[in-house]
C-alpha cells in the first residue's frame, strides 16, 4: 500500500522558520516533492526533487527561502521553509511520481501518489 504521510504543519508568525516532513512507503519513485494550494486556487509546486541525480527545482515565489532534502535512510523528504510570509499560507501536500520522465516538473498532473496534506498558516 502506497502511503504518503505529511507532518509539521502549524501556525507561525511572519518571518518565521517550519519544516515540513513526508514520509514514503510502499512506493518506488523517481520525483517527490511538495505543492501547495490555497482556498479557491490551484495546486501550486513548492518544490521537487529527483531521487536519482538528487537535483531539486523550485517554485519562483519560494526560491531563495525553502529548502527541500531527503533523507534516505528514513525514506522522508523534508521542506525546510524559512522567513515565511503571509502568502505562505496553505495546505501543503507532498507527491511522488513514478513516471520516468516528466513532461513538466512542477506540473501536479506528473504526480500520482499524493498525501493527506499538512496546514501551514503564517500570521503578522
Known amino acids: 500500500q502506497v502511503t504518503l504521510v505529511e507532518s509539521g504543519g502549524a501556525s507561525v508568525q511572519v518571518g518565521g522558520s517550519l519544516t515540513l516532513s513526508c514520509v514514503a512507503s510502499?512506493?518506488?519513485?523517481?520525483?517527490i516533492g511538495w505543492f501547495r494550494q490555497m482556498p479557491g486556487a490551484e495546486r501550486e509546486a513548492v518544490a521537487i526533487?529527483?531521487?536519482?541525480?538528487?537535483?531539486?527545482w523550485y517554485g519562483d515565489s519560494v526560491k531563495g527561502r525553502f529548502t527541500i532534502s531527503r533523507d534516505d535512510a528514513k525514506a522522508t523528504v523534508y521542506l525546510q521553509m524559512n522567513n515565511l510570509e503571509i502568502r505562505d499560507t496553505a495546505m501543503y501536500y507532498c507527491?511522488?511520481?513514478?513516471?520516468?520522465?516528466?513532461?513538466?516538473?512542477?506540473?501536479?498532473?506528473?504526480?500520482?501518489?499524493w498525501g493527506q496534506g499538512t496546514q501551514v498558516t503564517v500570521t503578522v
Open positions: 526533487w529527483h531521487t536519482t541525480y538528487r537535483k531539486q
Open positions: 510502499g512506493v518506488t519513485y523517481n520525483y
Open positions: 507527491a511522488a511520481s513514478s513516471r520516468v520522465h516528466v513532461n513538466e516538473i512542477l506540473g501536479p498532473r506528473e504526480y500520482n501518489y
